[in-house]
């Protein structure tokens, strides 16, 4: 099958989730398709390249002449002030017919995903597919509301409710990375959605041994990673600390002379930084190797409180083998089980006693953590992904496990909501 994938964006920086979805994808997809990447200019070219060295790659044609997309005058303006690249849309609409799919990224390739539309021939070809990732509205309550109601914001929300509501439902088939995602964006566009997780890849080996050591990871400016761990560290893990204090105390400790918190990940704020007078926190800031933090920690912890999609973090924290204890937003349209190494408490007393007895019992947070770790590798590992959007590229019946459903436009859903800027782009896990 031959695979068009326009990439409006830069794919450099890996670790932002959008980026990391896909290239994991076309990686895999590369053994079974041949795909073709398109970008905007030589420079972009080399860097996709570069990520995806078994994928063919080319710089768009800008000797084509202009090409006009009918459209609605308020979806028009919705991707003049989004914005989008000229050329780029007139190579995709001159090459579209030539494949059998057509393949885009998150809410900037729907414009072009739009052209392959406009573009196909008489027999059908090319199917076009949007994988959207998040739904980028839900996004909005873990804005600033300086951005949610700035003149920018404003616009955005106006210009992402017009994609949504016009453009969406022109295309072949919708994807998305959670349940709660697939239903809002069905809900919009009147389609089913199809869900398809992100993937993991296991580390070779597991650390045989652990330190009472807890672990919050992400991008530390991302608005719902601040939140998060600002909770975290000021109502949950005092009353970690409290019931450690006690347990020492009378002697119930198993050994643990003491216990910390690392927040670990880039450019953490102000608030977050200040965590770092708490007994018992350390703020990292960026680190080099952030499974290294996996290995030596006995548990990790997803507060979340705000945000959408499924959680990198957590995904990434299972395959190392390190249970986690997860808010119901953290663990979103994952396996919730003790048994799966996942715990979810969502009141802060009984997440700090989770914690704490994970800390403190290294044989039970080790059993927890080979069962996440056999969790992932069973239930979210990329090639199991790939396959799925490869069979929905095909416009094939495709197998529906466990993590995996479509969500029909029939359900009850939340209502939209108003948007801003930062809301385009898949946000740090």
């Known amino acids: 099958m031959k695979v068009l994938v326009p990439i409006p964006f830069d794919l450099t920086n890996l670790a932002h989730g959008r980026n990391l979805r896909i290239v994991h994808l076309l990686r895999e997809m590369a053994g079974s398709c041949r795909i073709t990447c398109l970008t905007p200019g030589p420079t972009w070219a080399q860097a996709v390249q570069n990520a995806l060295p078994d994928v063919h790659v080319e710089a768009v044609n800008k000797e084509l002449p202009a090409y006009y997309l009918p459209m609605p005058l308020g979806l028009n303006r919705a991707f003049s002030f989004l914005g989008y690249k000229p050329a780029l849309l007139a190579d995709v609409c001159h090459r579209a017919a030539d494949y059998d799919a057509v393949l885009g990224f998150d ?3 729907v414009i072009y995903l739009l052209g392959a539309v406009r573009a196909k021939s008489s027999t059908g070809s090319p199917r076009v597919v949007g994988d959207l990732i998040d739904d980028p509205w839900l996004l909005h309550q873990s804005l600033p509301r300086r951005h949610r109601w700035s003149p920018a914001g404003w616009k955005t929300a106006w210009s992402i409710a017009r ?15 959670s349940p709660l995602d697939a239903r809002t964006l069905s809900a919009v566009s009147g389609r089913p959605v199809q869900v398809v997780p992100n ?18 990871t992400g991008a530390m400016d991302f608005p ?3 939140t998060a761990a600002v909770y975290l560290a000021r109502q949950i893990w005092p009353l970690v600390m409290r019931q450690w204090q006690y347990a020492s105390t009378h002697g119930k400790a198993n050994g643990a002379s003491s216990i910390r918190l690392a927040i ?22 960026y680190v080099d190797d952030m499974t290294a933090w996996l290995a030596r920690a006995r548990v990790a912890v997803a507060p979340m409180l705000s945000g ?6 957590v995904l990434e924290a299972c395959a190392a083998g390190c249970p986690v204890v997860a808010t119901s937003l953290g663990a979103a349209a994952l396996p919730i089980s003790e048994t799966h190494g996942l715990s979810v408490e969502d009141q802060p007393d009984r997440f700090a006693a989770r914690v704490h007895t994970l800390l403190t019992d290294e044989n039970a947070a080790r059993t927890a953590g080979l069962a996440a770790k056999d969790m992932v590798a069973q239930r979210f590992s990329w090639p199991r ?3 799925c959007l ?5 416009g094939e019946d495709r197998p529906e496990p466990e993590t995996m459903t479509a969500c029909s436009a029939k359900q009850t859903f939340l209502s939209p909501t108003a948007l801003c800027e930062e809301a385009l782009t898949h946000a740090a896990s």
């Open 390 to 394: 490869t069979t929905i590229l095909a």
């Open 163 to 177: 994609i949504r509501k016009l453009a969406l439902p022109k295309l072949d088939a919708l994807v998305a990375v």
């Open 385 to 387: 992904m790939a396959t």
């Open 264 to 285: 670990v990940g880039a450019n953490p704020t102000a608030r977050v930084r200040a965590l770092a007078n708490i007994p018992g926190v350390t703020v990292t800031g």
């Open 107 to 109: 809410l900037p390739s």
């Open 199 to 216: 993937g993991v890849r296991l580390p070779p080996t597991n650390s045989d041994t652990t330190e009472p050591l807890a672990v919050f």
């Open 224 to 226: 719902p990673n601040e």
């Open 308 to 313: 959408s999609g499924i959680k990198n973090k």
